[in-house]
């Protein structure tokens, strides 16, 4: 896959009065490489229109389009892959399914990161990092911890995720982080632009720190 830096997914409960598709536009000019579809509530059907609509969009732009969930919105739509978490269809299923599109698996603990990536996932995500609103049914957040476990273990790519926002990134990304996630810090931003390069700004600083640090 492509590699990629700074990766959001919608939570249309953020931007109300808004639609998510002007919301993801900005988030895609301020910069984010990877766009998740992640409706938890909507008919399937609807879902399948937001998906066409955001596979339209991301095509324009040439950003990556993730699906969370739905492997079958993933196939009829021509996403670029999924996103799969503990308790969805096993990644080796998935596999069969949707061949060499992206597949991306949840984790929580590093066993979950090490049989990700014996099976074969694309990327991971790591967290929740901190605690978050956006995740009904969430796990305890597994702290900055498990990020500098997972940079040190896995590897395959890795994304952390939960509670992440401007004020607290530095700490994942001092942990090891590379990649950073975020669903209500962007969508929910009066200034998605702005908010998305400041990530970016800060991802980029520490990515180039890492490359002249000397190894620990
Ligand atoms: C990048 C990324 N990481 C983690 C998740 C969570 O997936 P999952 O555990 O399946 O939970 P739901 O998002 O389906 O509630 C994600 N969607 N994206
Ligand atoms: C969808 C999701 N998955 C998580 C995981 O840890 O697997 S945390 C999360 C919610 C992330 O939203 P926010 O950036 O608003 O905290
Ligand atoms: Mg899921």
């Known amino acids: ?57 991301t095509r324009r732009y040439g950003t990556t389009f993730i699906v969370n969930d739905h492997i079958d919105i993933a196939l009829a739509v021509d996403a670029d892959g999924i996103h799969l978490g503990q308790d969805d269809l096993p990644l080796a299923d998935a596999r069969k399914i949707v061949g060499d599109k992206i597949i991306g698996i949840s984790t929580h603990a590093i066993e979950e990161a090490r049989q990700a990536e014996l099976d074969g996932a694309d990327y991971i995500g790591v967290g929740p990092i901190f605690p978050t609103k956006s995740k009904e049914d969430v796990v305890a957040p597994v702290t900055t911890a498990y990020v500098s476990q997972v940079a040190a273990e896995i590897g395959i790519p890795f ?23 975020a669903i209500s810090e962007i969508v929910g931003s009066p200034d998605i632009v702005g908010t998305c390069k400041s990530f970016l700004a800060k991802i980029n600083a520490s990515n180039a720190q890492l490359r002249t640090r000397p190894s620990r």
């Open 159 to 181: 994304v952390a995720i939960g509670g992440i926002k401007l004020h607290n990134v530095d700490q994942v990304l001092e942990a090891g982080a590379t990649r950073i996630c």
């Open 1 to 57: 896959m492509k590699d990629f830096k700074l990766y959001a997914i919608t939570g249309e409960q953020f931007h109300p009065g808004r639609t998510m598709l002007e919301v993801m536009e900005e988030a895609i000019q301020g910069g984010c490489d990877i766009i998740q579809l992640r409706d938890k509530k909507s008919p399937k059907r609807e879902v399948l229109a937001k998906a066409k609509a955001l596979r339209e969009l």
